[in-house]
C-alpha cells in the first residue's frame, strides 16, 4: 500500500478489514440470551467526559495540570460487550458505568492511524490521552467497589493488574504498542504510559508479532479485564440500597466478592 502511495483512511480500512476484525452484531431482539465474555470494536466514537457523569475526565493532579475532558473519538478502540451481564439486568449497567451504543462498556485497547511516519506523535499523543481517560474511569470504578467493601485503602496485586490500558499507535507501517498504568492506586496521582514492543508491518515477522500481541491482549481485556470490571458493577449494585432488593435477584449467580 505504501508503494501505491495509498491515504490514511485505505491505511486503515485495510487494517480494519484483515487485523482488527469485529465481532457479529445481533438486533436486540435477537440478542443471545446467555451471558458471555465478547469484545466489540467501536470507530471514532463519540464519548466526550462529562463532570458527575459515569465517563469523567481524570483528575488534575496540579492545578497547572492540563485537564483532559476533550472528545477524542479514537480511530478505534475495542470495548467488553454488555453480554457479559444476563439480559435483565444490561439495561441497568448505565446508571453506574458508562455504556456506549447501548451495548459496550469499560474499553481496553485504543488504537490510532497516521499514515506518514513524521506523524508518529501525533498519533501517540492521541492514544496517551484517550488511555488516562479510559485508565481513570477504570480506576474510578475499582475505586468504588473498593469503598463498598471498606477495603478502599487496601489493595493486593491482583487488583493492581487489573487496572491498564493498551494502545497501538500505527504511523506509516510501523506500529507501536503502549501500555498505560496508574502511578499509585489509593489515590489517582496520574498515570504512566511505556512503550512494549514496536514493529514494522513491511516485514512478516512483525506481523505475526503483532497478530500475536493483539490475540494476547483481547485475552487479558476478555479474561482479567472483563471479568474484574463485571463483578466491580455487581459489588456496586450491591451497595446500592436504592437498586438492591430490584437487582438482587439477578446479581446473585454472578462474581460479586471478588473486587
Known amino acids: 500500500m505504501s508503494d501505491y502511495h495509498c491515504n490514511e483512511a485505505e491505511f486503515a480500512a485495510y487494517v480494519l478489514q484483515e487485523v482488527l476484525l469485529n465481532e457479529r452484531r445481533y438486533p436486540k431482539i435477537l440478542e443471545p440470551s446467555e451471558a458471555l465474555m465478547a469484545p466489540v ?16 475526565a481524570p483528575t488534575r493532579v496540579t492545578l497547572s495540570e492540563k485537564q483532559y475532558n476533550w472528545d477524542m473519538r479514537p480511530d478505534c478502540a475495542y ?8 439480559p435483565d439486568l444490561r439495561f441497568n449497567i448505565k446508571d453506574f458505568v458508562s455504556v456506549v451504543q447501548n451495548r459496550a462498556f469499560c ?18 499523543n492521541r492514544v496517551a ?4 481517560i479510559a485508565l481513570y474511569n477504570r480506576w474510578h470504578l475499582k475505586h468504588k467497589a473498593l469503598q463498598r467493601l471498606g477495603l478502599a485503602k487496601i489493595w493486593h496485586k491482583d487488583q493492581s493488574g487489573q487496572l491498564r490500558h493498551y494502545s497501538i499507535a500505527f504511523s506509516g507501517a510501523e506500529w507501536e504498542l503502549c501500555c498505560t498504568i496508574p502511578k499509585t492506586y489509593d489515590v ?4 504512566i504510559m511505556f512503550q512494549m514492543r514496536s514493529g514494522d508491518c513491511c516485514y512478516a515477522n512483525s506481523v505475526m508479532l503483532l497478530l500475536s ?4 491482549i483481547h485475552y487479558w481485556g476478555l ?6 470490571c463485571r463483578a466491580d458493577i455487581c459489588t456496586v449494585i450491591k451497595g446500592d440500597a436504592g437498586r438492591v432488593f430490584q437487582l438482587s435477584e439477578t446479581i446473585e ?6 473486587a
Open 253 to 258: 449467580g454472578l462474581e460479586i466478592g471478588n
Open 41 to 56: 470494536r467501536t470507530l471514532q466514537l463519540k464519548q466526550e467526559p462529562t463532570p458527575g457523569s459515569t465517563w469523567e
Open 107 to 124: 474499553p481496553y485497547l485504543t488504537i490510532e492511524f497516521q499514515k506518514y511516519l513524521e506523524a508518529h506523535q501525533t498519533a501517540t
Open 223 to 228: 479474561t482479567v479485564h472483563g471479568e474484574s
Open 213 to 216: 500481541i493483539l490475540n494476547d
Open 79 to 86: 470495548y467488553v460487550s454488555l453480554r457479559a451481564f444476563p
Open 129 to 132: 490521552v484517550a488511555s488516562a
Open 188 to 191: 489517582w496521582s496520574g498515570c
